[in-house]
């Protein structure tokens, strides 16, 4: 095996460059996956542009899909040279947070077992998957083998996109004979419009200002879709529910404008679900939150990983139940991924989701 | 029977006046309680700065303590002489909002069966129990028996003060082992902190300004008191918990920065539980809501009513567990109602508050 | 209007007989629903056979589909000549039972609030709707309207079969990607399974012995199908599921055998969703049960009822989320019901659902 | 540091005896504890007698006090020095059972994650703490630190009675204001009784047959306690809860009389808590199960274990909530444990726990 490999790594804000850099280590409890497809993700893009800030000289990239090189001395129950992924969380297991059911705040070796986020490393406090190979840390806790019968680009969403977007169906208890609004119709808003589907709602308006995305939320399970760019969402999810509003709203933007509109659709007692990833402040306004009087829920979610997870989003997938295949618009080769980002950034030629092949 | 009673009347911002009125009539699904005992809310005091909008000639109040004097033609299951309370929130039974579990946002009579704060009826919709008599709608669903042996100073926060509290707890979903914050000691608070601690919670932390309420809180099961005037709750909550945060923060009081305090105070994947009237808009920080990757849940409740809520909450006291006596700090007639009001709503005299008898 | 009208009547055992009746008197909170179309229950066969007793000269069946003939005076929100249904169980609204969710189980009358059953009145305590006309009991609480598209065939499975089935799914909590195995493929089995896959479950195996139910499971959503005649279904479960089990197991035929194949295929912390009427004994081994240890939960159900449950069952139909369609085998006019009796009771020309117009 | 130490091994039904054996060699994810005081637990008695069965020549015992002796290389977050103990149940932390939610299922090693009671391993599968020293797998899965001011007798409920105990109010969702009942006064029934307080029940109806443990269930909480040998527990029950039932039962004794007292006894809708451990098949009558009508719920647990439920409950000590000093009847040392054991499974002389010290 080669000791030196590819990796796209944050340089600066503005820069994220394909780099040599030495193939990782392989500790007792890691595992070193060899990349075989990877994306870029929404929260890349951030990155670059310096919007959320890590350090220098790391590989980005936290949605990961190889073949298992090397296993760590105490790792078992798996094979190298096996196919695997793992989420874009990627816990310890063992934590306080783990042990509540909450491994996205993940807060190994903390006094206390709790951090934000903590949960989230590949990419973002460890060196990510944008390379040829990704060392997993607590590989027997977060490494999740694909079936045979599964492409990569069929399981590329699992990681990240389908785990967030379900969890705004699930975290928000989607259930049957719902009505549920959803906000911004991006990979994740595509994949919320499929769990909600899959939850059993039976109204799901899908709101969006790109025809194709709102094209593709048909496809995904939306009964109505709403192009805010011709009208205004709220008053049209209102009109829609004779004034009744939505059980679940889910955000799958991140402005305040979006979260505003969820809490105003929403009928009492509703479940504000919230994916996106704000920079800005929030806003309740007084009136939209019944002064408190509501009975009103937000709920906000990052990610789910663990291999539990990965193999239950593996199943959708390989149950036929939804076809995220057409997610995938554009492909780029590892070596062309400054290019892979500069046509997601900016959104052009209808991109949803980029492969990356090393 | 008399045909005319003296009831508390709101007549325009400010003016709250004992007025006769007549006694009302009964309708076949109404009850009509002979008030013993009634008390004065922090939203009547809204009520009569004109904060709170009601019809001008209301009769105000919403926590009645009484005798069944009539029953309506179609109400079985209750005798006349019967003592008898009910619930602030005096849910039809029947809506779409009561079958789903959330009586309060009662949406009776609209076609889809919500509204927002709809369960509140009494001293808000329709003529409430500050009053010689009140006519109690959907008598059925709302009327619960006062056990023999409690006095009516003994049951008089269940109406409203004990079921709104306790629910910050129980909506919080307050587990054995949590810690919780509870912010400001009022009559709602105090008993938040009541109902964290029959929840199992085995850290309370306690935050008001004023020492009664405080050595109150003591009493109600607080292990910490932190009076805001002396040290930032905030920085102090953190550090009594070792930077962890609590994984419960009830809201008691109804303004922004309490509100924003709470978040602030939450371990990740916490649960901030709102009780709080809110006249302005709220902030969520994107530093306090972790960008919206802190799992963290926000949960809104208004008073559960319900004859079953209140069998429950009339056993807490009942069974000893809790001793809500203290709270009644002072007494007036009906007849001197005004200078009841003049007494709470300046929080004179150490006032949590008062027992009203016609 | 008439004042006689045709009804099916529990005569004694063996007997169900069309007998002429006056139409019933419309009390304060009543309905009169005139019947449309109806149909018979597995429940009705054992009211027939004499195995559950009922008394002599009531009219069977709680399955209505009709247009509102009357209301009671203090009944609003609906209109005379409106389309209407409402679920086999009709709860008052306004017990105990009923404010803690758990509406089946109506005490409305008793001391404490609670029944066992005591949601079910129609066609049980009270007269049902094979029949001309109905009375609707606590109709603010039960009527549903019928949308306009929809045909009475097409709702007919609402008020039980569907409420029942999907109940399993439900109250079993199946979550997306779960593995389910549904025992049993009668009317409510098949709703169980469909609504196993509208709750998100990835794996569902049902059972059944005839292959006309069979192949019908694999309509509604089964993903592998099991004939008990020909290979053992606890073994061939764990064979398909790789030694796992299922996460949640669904009981809907009423024998202690399913219920205990139901067990023996469970994962170690599954759920066992009982729908069955049973009229033996169970029994749990202690092998199956784990010794205790086995972090099991059993959940028994009896078909949620009131206008909101109809409602949202009634948008899955309308969403065409699933066509229920295909039930309907056989159609009979109320004159010729004991002919339908005799059809649905001895399960011949591959019956599932009879549809009876009056 | 020895290299040889004392154990108490099962040797054959009927015979545990001390025995000289190597002191454990520390793997990398393990920890080496110095047992400072542990405890006979019923399942160790059924061990003794051959009723549960272990490997000839296995340390028994799972509820460890200590301190750190040594740690594994690849566990941090610990120093050697620091007391500290287990839950009886040492999940690995990284087992599908353990993402979902239910440990004590771990299914480390297994093709998919799941085993029943595959967490218990302590003196079950591999060598157990009644001994010098015991290895902790998964140490950073399972270490909890104790409290300076807390005494090893003070702590020593936490690794089973007071996880399983209290679990039987946790798992069986005891709310505020409910009425409970816990069959057999046990150190588990007690814990559960003091869980059952913990969690808001207003009414715990305690049920044994021994006076000094009836008289222990009183001072943890229960308001009425029932001899068995006097008088019908479940007549009584009905009785003093005016034919209603309670809303939960609890198994605390693993005999198929007790499990089915606690389904005739439960309100329609109500949940028995199983906690025993049944060496026989259990039975649901169809009468007390209302043919599977009465939605029931029976939830079985097994003993929740991992560092945060230790912390958990280590909480409840500190903060003084419930006091189970008082359980500690007898002490012994490690030396006379065959004594101890004879002591204990005999229930002589009014023991509820000893303590074994080495």
């Given at each position: 095996?080669?000791?030196?490999?590819?990796a796209?790594?944050?340089?600066?804000?503005?820069?994220?460059?394909?780099?040599?850099?030495p193939v990782?280590?392989v500790?007792?409890?890691?595992?070193?996956?060899?990349?075989?497809?990877?994306?870029?993700?929404?929260?890349d893009?951030?990155?670059?542009?310096?919007?959320?800030?890590?350090?220098?000289?790391?590989?980005?990239?936290?949605?990961?899909?190889?073949?298992?090189?090397?296993?760590?001395?105490?790792?078992?129950?798996?094979?190298?040279?096996?196919?695997?992924?793992?989420?874009?969380?990627?816990?310890s297991?063992?934590s306080?947070?783990?042990?509540?059911?909450?491994?996205?705040?993940?807060?190994?070796?903390?006094?206390?077992?709790?951090?934000?986020?903590?949960?989230?490393?590949?990419?973002?406090?460890?060196?990510?998957c944008?390379?040829?190979?990704?060392?997993?840390?607590?590989a027997?806790?977060?490494?999740?083998?694909?079936?045979?019968?599964?492409t990569?680009?069929?399981?590329l969403?699992?990681?990240?996109?389908?785990s967030?977007?379900?969890?705004?169906?699930?975290?928000?208890?989607?259930?049957?004979g719902?009505?549920?609004a959803?906000?911004?119709?991006?990979?994740?808003?595509?994949?919320?419009?499929?769990?909600a589907?899959?939850?059993?709602?039976?109204?799901?308006?899908?709101?969006?200002?790109?025809?194709?995305?709102?094209?593709?939320?048909?496809?995904?399970?939306?009964?109505?879709?709403?192009?805010?760019?011709?009208?205004?969402?709220?008053?049209?999810?209102?009109?829609?529910?004779?004034?009744?509003?939505?059980?679940?709203?889910?955000?799958?933007?991140?402005?305040?404008?979006?979260?505003?509109?969820?809490?105003?659709?929403?009928?009492?007692?509703?479940?504000?679900s919230?994916?996106?990833v704000?920079?800005?402040?929030?806003?309740?306004?007084?009136?939209?939150?019944?002064?408190?009087?509501?009975?009103?829920?937000?709920?906000?979610?990052?990610?789910?990983?663990?291999?539990?997870?990965?193999?239950?989003?593996?199943?959708?997938?390989?149950?036929?139940?939804?076809?995220?295949?057409?997610?995938?618009?554009?492909?780029?080769?590892?070596d062309?991924?400054?290019a892979?980002?500069?046509l997601?950034?900016?959104?052009?030629?209808?991109?949803?989701?980029?492969?990356?092949?090393?």
């Open positions: 095996m080669a000791t030196m490999m590819k796209a790594v944050f340089v600066e804000p503005g820069r994220i460059e394909l780099r040599e850099k990782p280590e500790g007792p409890l890691d595992a070193l996956l060899r990349i075989t497809t990877t994306t870029i993700c929404g929260t893009v951030h990155i670059l542009k310096g919007e959320y800030p890590v350090a220098g000289g790391l590989t980005v990239g936290h949605e990961p899909v190889g073949v298992i090189e090397r296993l760590g001395a105490a790792v078992s129950g798996f094979r190298e040279g096996q196919r695997a992924l793992t989420g874009a969380i990627t816990p297991g063992h306080a947070a783990c042990q509540c059911g909450r491994a996205a705040q993940d807060g190994a070796g903390t006094a206390h077992g709790w951090k934000a986020m903590g949960g989230w490393r590949l990419g973002n406090t460890i060196d990510g944008q390379a040829e190979y990704v060392l997993i840390p607590d027997m806790n977060n490494l999740a083998p694909v079936p045979d019968g599964l990569d680009e069929q399981v969403m699992c990681p990240d996109i389908m967030t977007g379900f969890s705004g169906a699930e975290r928000g208890d989607v259930a049957i719902d009505i549920v959803v906000f911004a119709q991006g990979p994740i808003g595509l994949c919320a419009t499929a769990g589907k899959l939850s059993g709602a039976t109204t799901i308006i899908a709101v969006d200002g790109v025809p194709e995305r709102l094209a593709m939320a048909t496809r995904m399970g939306a009964d109505h879709v709403i192009d805010y760019t011709r009208s205004d969402p709220v008053a049209e999810i209102l009109r829609l529910t004779g004034g009744r509003g939505v059980d679940v709203a889910i955000e799958a933007l991140g402005t305040s404008q979006t979260f505003e509109s969820c809490l105003r659709v929403l009928r009492p007692g509703g479940t504000l919230s994916l996106g704000y920079s800005a402040d929030l806003r309740l306004p007084a009136d939209a939150f019944a002064a408190g009087l509501g009975d009103y829920r937000i709920i906000s979610t990052l990610c789910p990983g663990g291999h539990e997870r990965m193999r239950r989003l593996l199943s959708v997938i390989e149950s036929g139940r939804v076809d995220f295949g057409a997610m995938v618009t554009h492909r780029f080769k590892l062309d991924i400054e892979a980002y500069d997601f950034a900016h959104q052009r030629d209808g991109v949803l989701k980029v492969a990356i092949t090393p």
